[in-house]
């Protein structure tokens, strides 16, 4: 089992910086990949950017390209997502999640953060 557990969202101007992170415990060892996702009002959950572990390769959402950088602390268990360039439609509530399995494979999520953006 892993838990994770995010944080650092809030109201925000459009053109401005905010910073999430998502620190995961229990089964660390065994995180194939961390990502970020986020589901906006009315629509389905879409996947944002994530970052496979041990590689630190990152992929990223063409939404996002270029705005928001993931990353993370191994010492921490720790991954951020830095999100410059906000615009409203980056308004949302971010889902941190955890894969042990290639693909990657989901199963562990976070309950939310939310993100507002005005504009």
């Known amino acids: 089992q892993v838990q994770v557990v995010e944080s650092g969202g809030g109201l925000v101007q459009a053109g401005g910086s905010l910073r999430l992170s998502c620190a995961a415990s229990?089964?660390?060892?065994?995180?194939?990949?961390m990502g970020w996702f986020r589901q906006a009002p009315g629509k389905e959950r879409e996947f944002v950017a994530h970052?496979?572990?041990?590689?630190?390769?990152?992929y990223y959402a063409d939404s996002v390209k270029g705005r928001f950088t993931i990353s993370r602390d191994n010492a921490k268990n720790t991954v951020y997502l830095q999100m410059n360039s906000l615009k409203p439609e980056d308004t949302a509530i971010y889902y941190c999640?955890?894969?042990?399995?290639?693909?990657?494979?989901?199963?562990?999520w976070g309950q939310g953060t939310q993100v507002t953006v005005s504009s």
């Open positions: 999640a955890a894969a042990l399995r290639r693909g990657p494979q989901y199963e562990y």
């Open positions: 229990g089964r660390t060892a065994s995180k194939y990949a």
């Open positions: 970052i496979i572990w041990n590689s630190g390769n990152t």
